[in-house]
């Protein structure tokens, strides 16, 4: 069993800034590619970044520059950094993780979701 568990999300004011954070947890083996999507309403799922196990990282147009992705293996836990962010910003974020458990089984993992909100 694996979980994701998200923290982070809240109401900002627009040109502040949000930590998110995604721990995993359970029978791990070992964490392939991590990464934060976001759904806004009426929206389509989109991904907002993405970082390999190798750090290499991958953004959204939309985000480029204001937003930082990291990992820390040691804690099985992804972050993103979120600066000057914009009222077009809020939506739902969801971690996922591409991980491979102790079983030998590998899967595709997703957290609950967190609510960004920006007023402007």
């Known amino acids: 069993q694996v979980q994701l568990v998200e923290s982070g999300g809240g109401l900002v004011q627009a040109g502040g800034s949000l930590r998110l954070s995604c721990a995993a947890s359970g029978s791990i083996f070992s964490i392939n590619a991590m990464g934060w999507y976001r759904r806004a309403p009426g929206k389509q799922r989109e991904l907002v970044a993405a970082?390999?196990?190798?750090?290499?990282?991958n953004y959204a147009n939309s985000v480029k520059g204001r937003f930082t992705i990291s990992r820390d293996n040691a804690k099985s836990t992804v972050y993103l950094q979120m600066n000057s962010l914009k009222p077009e910003d809020t939506a739902v974020y969801y971690c996922n993780a591409d991980i491979n458990t102790r079983l030998a089984m590998h899967g595709d993992y997703w957290g609950q979701g967190t609510q960004v909100t920006v007023s402007s």
């Open positions: 970082i390999t196990s190798a750090d290499s990282t």
